[in-house]
């Protein structure tokens, strides 16, 4: 119902719903006048009576998918659209954002690398020492 009202109020979360359709992981409602977001690549909030709209995109988003995204939401007419910090999310729970999350994405790509690396290298070696069957 509060839902419903806020939509009432604020065109901007009946289009947010349709851009999300298909991609929303989580909404929030932290009062009347504010909403939330979730998606994998994407948190937005909006503050309903200010008419602001911040976007804050994942620290792995693709550059060309933010560009699409924030040229979306700047269609919409009497509204501020604020681009926030990047920020990603650890361990499920924890939201981080700035500087430190492109630190904290920069790491876990090159361990996730160096992992992909030697399971090719113990591959290639099975396929190597291991003897074969007659067909």
Do not use: W
Not at 67 to 73: G, I, S
């Amino acid at each position: 119902m509060r839902l419903q009202r806020s939509l009432e109020r604020f065109s901007v979360c009946r289009y947010t719903f349709l851009f999300l359709n298909e991609y929303i992981l989580n909404h929030r409602i932290v009062n009347d006048n504010e909403h939330v977001f979730f998606t994998n690549n994407l948190l937005i909030n909006i503050v309903i009576d200010k008419r602001i709209l911040y976007l804050s995109f994942s620290t792995t988003t693709k550059p060309e998918v933010a560009a699409d995204t924030a040229l979306y939401f700047n269609n919409l007419k009497d509204v501020i659209i604020v681009i926030s910090a990047s920020f990603m999310i650890e361990d499920g729970i924890k939201i981080i954002q700035g500087a430190q999350a492109f630190e904290k994405t920069e790491k876990l790509i090159i361990k996730k690398s160096i992992e992909e690396y030697q399971r090719q290298i113990d591959y290639t070696n099975i396929l190597i020492s291991e003897h074969g069957f007659e067909c």
